[in-house]
C-alpha cells in the first residue's frame, strides 16, 4: 500500500510539473514568466510595439530630469546611435546612472513614451581592468 501511495505522488508532482512547464512555454508573457522580446528602438518604433519588451541604449546626454516633489520619479532619452526615444521611470535608480551611460530597461511603449519599470545600468568599463587588453592574460600561469 505505501509503494502505491508513493507512485502516486511521484506521478503527481511529475504531471503538475509537465503542466507548469507547459503553461509556461505557451505563455510566455504570462505573469512576468517565460522570455521577453528584447528590441532596438527602430524596432520597437516600426512595430509600435505595445506589449512588454526590453529596450537597450545609452542615456542621452543632458536629459535626465528628475521630479523636485519626488526623487523616485525620472524621466530621460534613451538612443541607439541617431535614434532616441523618451523613458519615464519611478523607482531606486542604480548609482551608476548618468548620462552615457548603457542601460537596460523593461516596460511598455505607449503613445510615443517608454514606460519603464525596471531599469538596469551595464557593467562599467572601470570595473573589467585588465579584461580588455589580451596581452595581459597569463594563460601559462593556469
Given at each position: 500500500?505505501?509503494?502505491k501511495?508513493?507512485?502516486?505522488?511521484?506521478?503527481g508532482v511529475?504531471?503538475?510539473?509537465?503542466?507548469?512547464i507547459i503553461?509556461v512555454?505557451l505563455?510566455?508573457m504570462?505573469?512576468?514568466?517565460?522570455?521577453?522580446?528584447?528590441?532596438?528602438?527602430?524596432?520597437?518604433?516600426a512595430?509600435?510595439?505595445?506589449?512588454?519588451?526590453?529596450l537597450?541604449?545609452?542615456?542621452?546626454?543632458?536629459?535626465?530630469?528628475?521630479s523636485?516633489?519626488?526623487?523616485l520619479?525620472?524621466?530621460f532619452?534613451?538612443s541607439q546611435g541617431?535614434?532616441?526615444?523618451?523613458?519615464?521611470?519611478?523607482?531606486?535608480?542604480?548609482?551608476?546612472?548618468?548620462?552615457?551611460?548603457?542601460?537596460?530597461?523593461?516596460?511598455?511603449y505607449?503613445s510615443?513614451?517608454?514606460?519603464?519599470?525596471?531599469?538596469?545600468?551595464?557593467?562599467?568599463s572601470?570595473?573589467e581592468?585588465d579584461?580588455?587588453?589580451e596581452s595581459?592574460?597569463?594563460?601559462?600561469?593556469?
Open positions: 500500500m505505501a509503494r501511495k508513493f507512485i502516486i505522488t511521484i506521478t511529475s504531471l503538475i510539473t509537465i503542466s507548469w503553461y512555454t505563455n510566455p504570462q505573469n512576468g514568466t517565460g522570455m521577453m522580446k528584447f528590441l532596438s528602438l527602430s524596432e520597437l518604433k512595430t509600435q510595439e505595445s506589449s512588454r519588451v526590453r537597450g541604449g545609452k542615456v542621452e546626454p543632458g536629459s535626465i530630469i528628475i523636485d516633489e519626488d526623487l520619479d525620472a524621466s532619452e534613451l541617431e535614434i532616441s526615444i523618451p523613458v519615464v521611470f519611478y523607482g531606486t535608480r542604480p548609482d551608476l546612472f548618468k548620462d552615457d551611460a548603457e542601460i537596460i530597461v523593461e516596460g511598455k505607449l510615443g513614451m517608454f514606460n519603464a519599470d525596471q531599469l538596469q545600468v551595464k557593467c562599467a572601470r570595473y581592468g579584461l580588455r587588453d595581459s592574460y597569463r594563460i601559462d600561469e593556469l
